[in-house]
C-alpha cells in the first residue's frame, strides 16, 4: 500500500504523525472531526435547513461500499432505483471490513429453529420482529447469491459455534471457495459494477439533511475536500460499518479498552453520530466481537497483526500470571469478555489488558507467527515481509527475548520469581497432563522448556463492534420512542441485529440480508418532490 505519513487519531484520542495509513485514515479522520467550514450543523433545537442547490439528485443515498451497501445498491437498481454510494476509503481500500473478512455466510436449515437460535443468541436484546426479519430473509440468501451467480460450498466451520442453544442444529457455513481473498466480495463489486452504479470515492458523509418535517432528503458529504450535498429523493441508508476505529467511543461503550481491529479503518462510527443527529436510538453498543491476541507495533498502529500460537506457550497478565485456558475457543469474543477485558477494582486497571504470551526456542523456530494471507487490513494492504524464523521481528522489538525467564520478565517489567513461578507450576501440570489451574486441552499442554524464552504483548483483536443505530425489521432506523425516523435506513454492522452473543458467518448473512430488506422498502416510498 502507499506508505508516507497521515494524520490519525489514536488509540489515545490523540492526534499523531503516522505512517501506515497515508490517504486511507485522512479522510476517516476529517469525517469523524465533522464540522468542516460553512456546514450547516442541525441540532435538534434547530429547524432543519435544506440547502438552496443539490450537487448530485438520485433516488438512494447508500454510504459505504460493504457488503451491507453492496447489497442495498444492488437491489435498489434493480428495483430501478438511480443509486450512488459514497466511499470515504481510497478506492483501492473499498470494501471496508467485508472484502476483507473471513468471506464466509451462514444460513439456515428452517425458519423455526433459525428464530429460535437468532433469539437465544441475541439474549432478549434484539426485538422478536427483527429475529424474524432476519431468519426470513437469511433463508432466501443462497437463492438471492445463485440469482447474482455467486457460487457456494459448505464451509463446515461454525457449524455450529454455539451447539448448547435451542435452534443451532440449523446452522450450515458457506463460502465461494475459502475463507480469504475477498471470494464473496469480489463478485457482489462486480455486480455494481456490471449495473453501472455510481461510486464516489473518497467521499466521506459528514451529515444527514432533514426537511422541515424532519424527513431525511440527502446527505452533506466531502468530495475532493469540498463540501458536496446529495439529495435522495426516497431516502438514506447508512451502511458505514462500526466504531472500531474511534478510540474515544471504545471507552464511553465496549466494556473494556483499548481493543484494536484487524479490520477496516475507515470505519470511526461515523454513521453512529450521523444517526445521532437526527434522533436516533443506540443498540448492542457494549459489543465487540474479539479474538484473543494480536500486537500492535509503531510502524502498522492502530491496525493490529493477528498471532497465532501453539504447543510450549503461556498467556499472562501483567504480574506474569496465567488466568485462563489458553485453547479455549474464542467464541468470536465470549473468550474476551469473560477473561480478558477483567477490571480489577481493587488496583483500578484493567491487569490483562494487554496481557503476554510467553514461550520458548521451540515455538519461534517453528516459523512466522502470522499468517500474511489475504484476511484482515495487515494481511491485504500492509506489504509486510515477516521473516519465517520470526529474528526480524525480534530485532525489531515486536517480540521480546529473554536468556532465560527471569531475563525476560525483568524486559517485560514483571517480578522475575513471579514469571517463573508461573512457567514452573505450568511445567508441573503438563508433566501430570492435567492443568488443574483452568482446565487447559491434555493434548495442549507442552511445557516451556528450551530457552531462550520469548514474549509478546497481546491485546483483543476486533473483527468488529455491532452496536449503532437501533433498527426495526424492516430496517429503518428508530428513535428511542420507537418511531421510525422518516426515510432512514440502515443495513449491516452499523447498529447490527447481532446483540450479544454470535454464530461465526453471521454478519456477513446480515450485511447480504439487511442491505436488501432496507432498500426494497426504501425504494418501495413515494419520492420526495
Ligand atoms: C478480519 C475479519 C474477518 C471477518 N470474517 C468474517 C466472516 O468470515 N464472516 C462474517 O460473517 N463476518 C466476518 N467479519 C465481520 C464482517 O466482515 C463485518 O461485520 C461486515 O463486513 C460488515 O459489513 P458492512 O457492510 O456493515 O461494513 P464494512 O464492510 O466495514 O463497510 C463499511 C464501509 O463504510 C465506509 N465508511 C465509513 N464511514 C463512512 C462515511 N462517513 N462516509 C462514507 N463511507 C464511510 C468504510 O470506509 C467502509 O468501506 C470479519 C471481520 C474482519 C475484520
Redo the contacts with the bound molecule.
Keep these: 500500500m502507499t506508505r508516507g505519513t497521515a494524520t490519525v487519531t489514536n488509540h489515545a484520542g490523540r492526534v499523531g504523525r503516522r505512517e501506515f495509513l497515508k490517504g486511507s485514515a485522512a479522510a476517516?479522520a476529517a469525517?469523524a472531526a465533522g464540522g468542516v467550514a460553512g456546514s450547516v450543523v442541525q441540532t435538534s433545537a434547530q429547524a432543519p435547513a435544506v440547502p438552496a442547490r443539490w450537487d448530485k439528485v438520485v433516488d438512494v443515498v447508500v454510504?459505504?461500499?460493504?457488503?451491507?451497501?453492496l447489497a442495498a445498491a444492488i437491489t435498489a437498481t434493480d428495483a430501478g432505483a438511480k443509486v450512488v454510494i459514497?466511499?470515504?476509503?481510497k478506492k483501492e481500500f473499498?470494501?471496508?471490513?467485508?472484502?476483507?473478512?473471513?468471506?464466509?455466510?451462514w444460513t439456515p436449515t428452517n425458519l423455526p429453529e433459525a428464530i429460535q437460535y437468532i433469539e437465544a443468541l441475541s439474549f432478549g436484546l434484539t426485538d422478536k420482529e427483527c429475529v424474524k426479519a432476519l431468519a426470513e430473509e437469511m433463508m432466501q440468501l443462497n437463492g438471492w447469491l445463485e440469482k447474482l451467480g455467486i457460487k457456494r460450498a459448505p464451509l463446515g466451520i461454525f457449524q455450529p459455534e454455539h451447539p448448547e442453544l435451542p435452534g443451532s442444529a440449523c446452522v450450515r457455513t458457506w463460502s465461494n471457495g475459502g475463507?480469504s481473498d475477498g471470494r464473496l466480495y469480489i463478485p457482489l463489486r462486480e455486480q455494481v459494477a456490471q449495473r453501472k452504479i455510481e461510486v464516489m470515492y473518497e467521499?466521506?458523509?459528514?451529515e444527514l439533511v432533514q426537511t422541515p418535517t424532519r424527513e431525511v432528503a440527502g446527505v452533506r458529504?466531502d468530495v475532493g475536500g469540498k463540501p458536496y450535498v446529495i439529495k435522495a429523493r426516497k431516502g438514506v441508508v447508512l451502511?458505514?460499518?462500526g466504531f472500531e476505529f474511534d478510540f474515544e467511543m471504545q471507552k464511553q461503550f465496549l466494556p473494556g479498552w483499548p481493543i484494536y481491529?484487524?479490520?477496516?479503518p475507515?470505519?470511526?462510527g461515523?454513521?453512529i453520530r450521523m444517526a445521532q443527529e437526527v434522533g436516533a436510538a443506540l443498540w448492542h453498543m457494549n459489543n465487540p466481537?474479539a479474538g484473543l491476541g494480536g500486537i500492535v507495533v509503531p510502524e502498522f498502529d492502530p491496525v493490529v497483526i493477528p498471532i497465532n500460537l501453539s504447543g510450549a506457550y503461556i498467556r499472562v497478565d501483567k504480574a506474569g500470571k496465567r488466568f485462563m485456558a489458553e485453547t479455549r475457543p474464542s467464541r468470536h469474543g465470549f473468550g474476551v469478555k469473560e477473561f480478558v477485558l477483567h477490571f480489577d477494582g481493587v488496583t483500578g486497571e484493567f491487569p490483562r489488558l494487554p496481557c503476554y504470551a510467553v514461550f520458548d526456542e521451540t515455538v519461534r523456530t517453528r516459523g512466522p507467527l502470522t499468517s500474511m494471507r489475504k484476511?484482515?487490513w495487515f494481511g491485504w494492504y500492509s506489504g509486510y515481509e515477516w521473516s519465517a524464523d520470526n529474528s526480524k521481528e525480534i530485532e525489531k522489538g515486536w517480540i521480546v527475548r529473554g536468556e532465560n525467564v527471569a531475563d525476560l520478565a525483568s524486559k517485560l517489567g514483571m517480578k522475575p520469581a513471579d514469571l517463573q513461578a508461573t512457567v514452573s507450576g505450568y511445567y508441573e501440570n503438563c508433566k501430570k497432563k492435567v492443568d488443574p489451574d483452568f482446565g487447559r486441552a491434555t493434548n495442549s499442554l507442552v511445557a516451556l522448556e528450551k530457552p531462550p524464552f520469548y514474549a509478546v504483548k497481546l491485546f483483543p483483536i476486533m473483527?468488529?463492534t455491532q452496536g449503532g443505530p437501533r433498527r426495526n425489521g424492516k430496517c429503518q432506523v428508530v428513535k428511542p420512542n420507537g418511531q421510525p425516523i422518516p426515510r432512514l435506513y440502515s443495513?449491516?454492522?452499523?447498529g447490527s441485529f447481532w446483540g450479544w452473543m454470535y454464530n461465526?458467518?453471521?454478519?456477513?448473512?446480515e450485511?447480504l440480508c439487511t442491505g436488501q430488506i432496507a432498500a426494497r422498502n426504501l425504494v418501495a416510498m413515494k419520492p420526495l418532490a
Design positions: 476517516g469525517a454510504v459505504g461500499t460493504g457488503h451491507a451497501g459514497l466511499e470515504k476509503m473499498e470494501g471496508g471490513n467485508s472484502k476483507i473478512s473471513g468471506n464466509m455466510w475463507s467521499a466521506p458523509a459528514r458529504a451502511c458505514c460499518g481491529c484487524q479490520g477496516t475507515g470505519n470511526t461515523d454513521g466481537l484476511f484482515g473483527y468488529n443495513a449491516g454492522e452499523l461465526g458467518g453471521g454478519n456477513n448473512a450485511c
